[in-house]
């Protein structure tokens, strides 16, 4: 199985100030031929089901703020939060869906400062 | 809009048997793959089992495989899991959860879950 390391476990940002989440994969989960990366976020508010933020490591799910960004490729991704709101305080997932078992990080708690 | 809606939750024993529904609309089921994931409380997500469009293709976790049976109605728009032999570890909240595409495609969709607590 794909194990999906995220650090840290959980940061404290400034309201405005930016969040980063790092999401590290034991096996790359870019599929070379159709130069894709298996790779979602996901943001999980208390008492939510997750909702999807991004897939293909930085493709955008509609509706989603442009303050949010994904990045990376290959074995090493980020979600990025430009100015944190209010509104973002959230436990954040990545998942990995380039093989069967599917697999999550064990999740960022995102906090205000 | 969509909507996924989980149902059959409940206080069961060791080695009893539940059965999860999720009633789907909104969307085209029909060509829907469709996910069920758990999260046990304060951990978490962990990816059950998934099935294809038509129902041909089923995949399990390891951790459920020959207890859980996933299956779906496409003519009434439902998901269903049958799990049996159940477990303290099945102990979370079972989430159904639509695919963007393909089994290899991230979650897009998500019901709001049902709690399935395995305890004597």
């Known amino acids: 199985d794909i194990v999906m390391t995220q650090s840290p476990d959980s940061l404290a940002v400034s309201l405005g100030e930016r969040a980063t989440i790092n999401c590290k994969s034991s096996q790359s989960v870019l599929y070379s031929s159709k130069n894709k990366n298996y790779l979602a976020w996901y943001q999980q508010k208390p008492g939510q089901p997750p909702k999807l933020l991004f897939y293909?490591?930085?493709t955008r799910e509609s509706g989603v703020p442009d303050r949010f960004s994904g990045s990376g490729s290959g074995t090493d991704f980020t979600l990025t939060i430009s100015s944190l709101q209010a509104e973002d305080v959230a436990v954040y997932y990545c998942?990995?869906?380039?093989?069967?078992?599917?697999?999550f990080g064990q999740g960022t708690k995102v906090e205000i400062k | 809009q969509v909507q996924l809606v989980e149902s059959g939750g409940g206080l069961v024993k060791p080695g009893g048997s539940l059965r999860l529904s999720c009633a789907a609309s909104?969307?085209?089921?029909?060509?829907?793959?469709m996910s069920w994931i758990r999260q046990s409380p304060g951990e978490g997500l962990e990816w059950v089992s998934y099935i294809s469009s038509g129902g041909s293709r089923i995949y399990y976790a390891d951790s459920v495989k020959g207890r859980f049976t996933i299956s779906r109605d496409n003519a009434k728009n439902s998901l269903f899991l049958q799990m049996n032999s159940l477990r303290a570890e099945d102990t979370a909240v079972y989430y159904c959860?639509?695919?963007?595409?393909?089994?290899?495609?991230?979650?897009?969709?998500w019901g709001q879950g049902t709690l399935v607590t395995v305890s004597s």
């Open positions: 959860a639509s695919h963007n595409g393909s089994g290899s495609s991230p979650r897009q969709y």
């Open positions: 909104g969307f085209t089921f029909s060509d829907s793959y």
């Open positions: 293909w490591a930085s």
């Open positions: 998942h990995q869906y380039y093989t069967t078992p599917d697999t």
